[in-house]
C-alpha cells in the first residue's frame, strides 16, 4: 500500500525499537522519512537500510529534549523537502521506581525527554500544518498513562501528559486540518525492554512476568505498532483525531 505517497513524515527516536519499526513502514507506505535520534549511528543506519531498500529517508541527529535541536531538525526538513506532513513522535526513555524513589534530577530527565520534547515538536510543526491546511501527529504514550503499573512512577505521568498534550492539539486545531492520536502501546519487544529483561536479576523469570501481565500471553512487536501508527498517518483515518489508542494485548481491555 502507497498511503503516505508524496508525504513527508518526521519520525523521532528512529535508531530503535518502534521508532525505527515506524520509519521503515512508513518509507514502505511512499512516505519521505526523516528519522531523529540522538543516536547518529543508529539514526544513519535505519535511513541507509530504507534508501538501500529502494525508498526514500534522512538521518537527523538531535536530542528531542533540546528546543535548538528540535528547531533545527522541523528547519532542515522544511527547508529541505518543503513540508512537513507527519510528526510523530516516539523518542522517550522509561525510568524505573515508586514516587518515594524519584529524585528531582530523574523526575526532570525524565519529562524533558519523554513530554517536553513532544510540546517542543508539535509547537513547530503545527505552525507549518497550519500554513499548509494540514497534518497528522502521532505521539506515543503508554498504557502506563492510562492504568495504574507498578514502579514506573514518574515514566506514567510523563506518558499521561502525552495523552493531554495530545487532545489539546486535537481540540485546539481541528478546524485548521491538523490531526493527533496517542498510541499507547503495552510490553513490545524493543532493544531497551530486551535490555531490561536480559539486565534484571533472574531474567528467566522477568521475561515470564512480563508475559504473565499480557491476557493474550505474548508481547507485542513494534511492526504491530507501526502499523497502528500508519493508519494514523494516513488519510484513511481522517475522521479520527484527539484518540489515545491502546496496543497491549488486552492489556487494558
Ligand atoms: N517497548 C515498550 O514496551 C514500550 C511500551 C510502551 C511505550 N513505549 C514507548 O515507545 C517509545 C519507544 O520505545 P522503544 O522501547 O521502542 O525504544 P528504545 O528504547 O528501544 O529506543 C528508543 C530510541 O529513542 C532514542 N532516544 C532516546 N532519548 C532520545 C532523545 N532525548 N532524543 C532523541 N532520541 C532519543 C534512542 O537513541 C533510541 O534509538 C518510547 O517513548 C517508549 O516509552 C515502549
Do not use: H
Not at 94 to 109: H, K, Q
Not at 178 to 192: F, K, L, T
Amino acid at each position: 500500500m502507497q498511503r503516505l505517497k508524496d508525504k513527508v513524515a518526521l519520525v523521532t527516536g528512529s535508531g530503535a525499537g518502534i521508532g525505527e519499526s515506524i520509519c521503515l513502514r512508513f518509507a514502505s507506505e511512499g512516505a519521505c522519512v526523516v528519522g531523529m535520534d540522538s543516536n547518529q549511528i543508529e539514526a544513519e543506519r535505519v535511513a541507509t537500510t530504507i534508501n538501500t531498500s529502494g525508498f526514500r529517508a534522512y538521518a537527523q541527529t538531535g536530542d528531542v529534549s533540546k528546543q535548538t535541536d528540535c528547531t533545527r531538525v522541523v528547519k532542515w526538513v522544511i527547508s529541505n523537502l518543503g513540508s512537513i506532513d507527519v510528526l510523530c513522535n516516539v523518542a522517550g526513555i522509561v525510568t524505573g521506581g515508586t514516587l518515594l524513589d524519584v529524585s528531582e534530577e530523574i523526575w526532570r530527565r525524565t519529562m524533558d525527554i519523554n513530554l517536553k520534547g513532544m510540546y517542543y515538536l508539535c509547537q513547530l510543526a503545527v505552525k507549518e500544518m497550519i500554513r499548509q491546511e494540514g497534518g497528522a501527529i502521532i505521539n506515543i504514550s503508554s498504557v502506563a498513562g492510562l492504568i495504574g503499573l507498578k514502579n514506573r512512577a514518574v515514566y506514567s505521568v510523563s506518558k499521561a501528559g502525552i495523552i493531554a498534550l495530545t487532545k489539546s492539539v486535537a481540540t485546539d486545531f481541528i478546524k485548521k486540518g491538523v490531526r493527533a492520536n496517542a498510541i499507547c502501546p503495552g510490553v513490545i519487544e524493543s532493544p531497551s525492554w530486551k535490555e531490561r529483561v536480559n539486565t534484571s536479576t533472574d531474567p528467566e523469570k522477568a521475561l515470564q512476568d512480563f508475559i504473565d501481565q499480557v491476557p493474550l500471553g505474548r508481547v507485542g512487536k513494534p511492526e504491530e505498532v507501526a502499523a497502528l501508527a500508519a493508519y494514523l498517518a494516513s488519510d484513511e483515518s481522517a475522521f479520527m483525531t484527539g484518540q489515545a489508542l491502546s496496543i497491549d494485548g488486552g492489556k487494558t481491555m
